[in-house]
C-alpha cells in the first residue's frame, strides 16, 4: 500500500483534514492491522466467561465481530488479564444474550 500524499495549502481546515487522515490511516499503511485472526462459530452464553482462543502470537489490541446469530452486545475488558497472564492465548468475552458469533482479533 502506497503512502498518503498530502497536499499542501494555506486552508487551515484542509490541513487539519489531512493532519486527522494521517493520523487515521497510519496504522494500516505500516501494517498494524496485517496481523489477523479469524475465529468462527464460537457459542458464547450470557451472565459467564466465554473464554475464546483468538489465535494470534501476541496478546490482542482489540477485535471486531464477523458476524452474530442473535441481537447481543460482545464486550471484555482488555486492562484485564487472564489469571494474571498478560499472554494469554484467550480472551474472556461477555454478552448480553446468548448467542453464536465470528470473530477477528488484531
Given amino acids: ?5 498530502r497536499i499542501f495549502t494555506d486552508d487551515q481546515n484542509l490541513q487539519l483534514i489531512q493532519d ?3 493520523t487515521a490511516l497510519t496504522p494500516v499503511l505500516n501494517g498494524t492491522l496485517s496481523q489477523t485472526s479469524f475465529v ?4 458464547l452464553g450470557t451472565g459467564a466467561d466465554n473464554l475464546v482462543e483468538h489465535g ?5 489490541r482489540g477485535f471486531l465481530v464477523a458476524s452474530l446469530s442473535a441481537n447481543s ?6 486492562n484485564a488479564t487472564l489469571n494474571g ?3 494469554s492465548r484467550f480472551m474472556n468475552l ?3 444474550a ?3 458469533a465470528s470473530f477477528i482479533f488484531f
Fill in 85 to 87: 497472564n498478560a499472554n
Fill in 1 to 5: 500500500m502506497s503512502s498518503f500524499r
Fill in 56 to 60: 494470534l502470537p501476541q496478546v490482542p
Fill in 98 to 100: 446468548n448467542c453464536i
Fill in 40 to 43: 468462527q462459530e464460537i457459542s
Fill in 73 to 78: 452486545t460482545i464486550w471484555t475488558q482488555f
Fill in 94 to 96: 461477555r454478552c448480553s
Fill in 20 to 22: 486527522n487522515i494521517v
